[in-house]
């Protein structure tokens, strides 16, 4: 059941229906089983997969809790987080470390798997109690709007609000209405339209040469961020329907300034937990200058190996941590010459760009996640790299690709639809759009609505069903 389905709305309806007719243990139980259901409509062995990760994680952490010897208390953390990450590194890595194609990532698996381990190093650490009910952090683990891709929540944020009886507020179940809707037109409307295009053109490169590529890879960015962030804003929206606030994911990120900001703003409950389990330890043991910004590199290696297994995704997080690692090395001399051609006069016009220059720095990873292996990198870079003197609109090439892939009139209004989204975006920076959408008139209000429901209608790629971080 895919957010952007419809079976998966009926399912919601009714949960949300039943949630409210319940109160405390009864309905924490229903939310319970609704999150498996939830889980095994895709398959029913993965039911047996998260209480396998449940059951270990909550043994693990009832006797760390209990044990006051800290080298058994390190033994235990050990063999609590051997499961989720031993499931992890099987189905995640099996296929290639085993060679055998048959080891199909479990949906979601990465995502809870780091959710649980979080919960156990906060226990090993003192910073929050473990939980003495099976059944409450099994609802922590499992909890449907965020089971499948995030956001990563901590046990201290989450599991407090699981154990309220939120009450009906008609407010929320707006908000959480509208999350949903700006969820449903990133995803169908930008991310599924402009998918074809990218996939297309990074699908045969010696094609579609020069600017196609060139725009493919900068779609490629919006592709990815309006479908996480989709996802996301739907998670987010179920979940405040149901009275739970989940973390923010995503805060604008093609307005950072520098690489380092960027990360601030994109996927940042992933960013949080390594900077918090993994950069932190390791900079407070190893924390000259130096040491710390290998520690970036490790960790972003990291990154790159979680997101999979491949040369492209290994060779991603290196390169981002090493542009991280340039940009702290680069500080005095850029603020130097940005002083000296007096761009520190105008700081709007130099954070511009520095935002454009941030944008374009970043999507050289992008061609390196894209391409899978460093041979289909300079196969593509090759691409790139050709025919950029033609013009754009009178290239063969791209007008071959219009006939044969892509409706003219769709893809250009996806394009004024990620120029209308930086707008919005760009009021947010200035203040939250939903307190003042609420104070323009009613006819304003509705409109906006309205033209959203319309360009999921008019717009909107329908054919293509799955997420494109359930890959990861």
């Given at each position: ?177 509208k999350l949903i809707l700006c969820g449903l037109f990133k995803k169908i409307v930008i991310a599924d339209t402009v998918a074809v295009f990218v996939s297309a053109a990074y699908g045969d490169p010696d094609r579609y040469r020069g600017l ?115 940009e702290n090395l680069t500080v005095g001399p850029r603020r130097r010459l940005a002083a000296a051609v007096g761009l520190t006069r105008w700081p709007g016009f130099h954070r511009a760009l520095q935002s454009v220059f941030t944008f374009f ?49 769709q893809f250009i209004a996806a394009l004024v639809m990620i120029a209308a989204m930086e707008c919005v975006h760009g009021l947010q920076a200035r203040t939250p759009i939903e307190p003042w959408l609420a104070r323009k008139p009613w006819p ?29």
């Amino acid at each position: 059941m895919p957010f952007n389905s419809a079976p998966f709305f009926v399912f919601f309806a009714v949960v949300a229906a039943v949630y409210y007719c319940l109160r405390g243990t009864l309905r924490r139980a229903f939310l319970l089983l609704a999150s498996y259901v939830f889980y095994m409509s895709w398959s029913p062995s993965y039911g047996l997969l998260l209480l396998a990760t449940t059951a270990s994680v909550y043994l693990a952490a009832r006797v760390i809790a209990w044990s006051r010897v800290r080298s058994a208390r390190l033994a235990l953390l050990v063999c609590g987080m051997a499961v989720p990450f031993g499931l992890l590194t099987y189905f995640k890595y099996g296929a290639v470390l085993l060679s055998d194609a048959s080891i199909l990532l479990p949906l979601g698996l990465s995502f809870y798997a780091f959710q649980s381990v979080s919960y156990l190093l906060d226990v090993y650490d003192g910073r929050i109690p473990a939980e003495r009910h099976f059944g409450l952090l099994a609802l922590y683990i499992s909890f449907f709007p965020l089971l499948t891709a995030g956001p990563i929540e901590r046990a201290g944020k989450l599991i407090p609000q699981l154990a309220a009886d939120a009450e009906l507020d008609c407010g929320r179940i707006a908000s959480g209405l509208k999350l949903i809707l700006c969820g449903l037109f990133k995803k169908i409307v930008i991310a599924d339209t402009v998918a074809v295009f990218v996939s297309a053109a990074y699908g045969d490169p010696d094609r579609y040469r020069g600017l196609p590529i060139l725009l493919a890879t900068m779609l490629s960015r919006y592709q990815i961020f309006c479908d996480f962030s989709g996802y996301t804003d739907i998670a987010i929206g179920c979940a405040r329907i149901l009275g739970i606030d989940l973390s923010q994911n995503f805060r604008r990120p093609f307005f950072a300034s520098s690489p380092s900001d960027f990360w601030r703003r994109m996927h940042i409950t992933l960013v949080g937990w390594f900077r918090d389990y993994v950069l932190f330890p390791m900079s407070r043991r190893f924390s000259s200058p130096w040491q710390i910004r290998c520690n970036i590199v490790l960790v972003f290696f990291l990154v790159g190996l979680w997101h999979g297994p491949t040369t492209g995704y290994i060779l991603w997080g290196l390169l981002h941590g090493l542009i991280l690692v340039g940009e702290n090395l680069t500080v005095g001399p850029r603020r130097r010459l940005a002083a000296a051609v007096g761009l520190t006069r105008w700081p709007g016009f130099h954070r511009a760009l520095q935002s454009v220059f941030t944008f374009f720095l970043l999507c050289l990873p992008t061609v390196l996640a894209r391409s899978g292996s460093w041979a289909g990198f300079r196969r593509i870079g090759s691409g790139l790299c050709a025919g950029t003197s033609a013009g754009f609109l009178n290239a063969p090439a791209f007008r071959g690709f219009f006939s044969a892939q892509q409706d003219v009139v769709q893809f250009i209004a996806a394009l004024v639809m990620i120029a209308a989204m930086e707008c919005v975006h760009g009021l947010q920076a200035r203040t939250p759009i939903e307190p003042w959408l609420a104070r323009k008139p009613w006819p304003l209000r509705w409109a906006v609505y309205y033209l959203l429901v319309l360009a999921l209608i008019l717009f909107g790629n329908f054919n293509a069903k799955t997420f494109y971080y359930f890959q990861f």
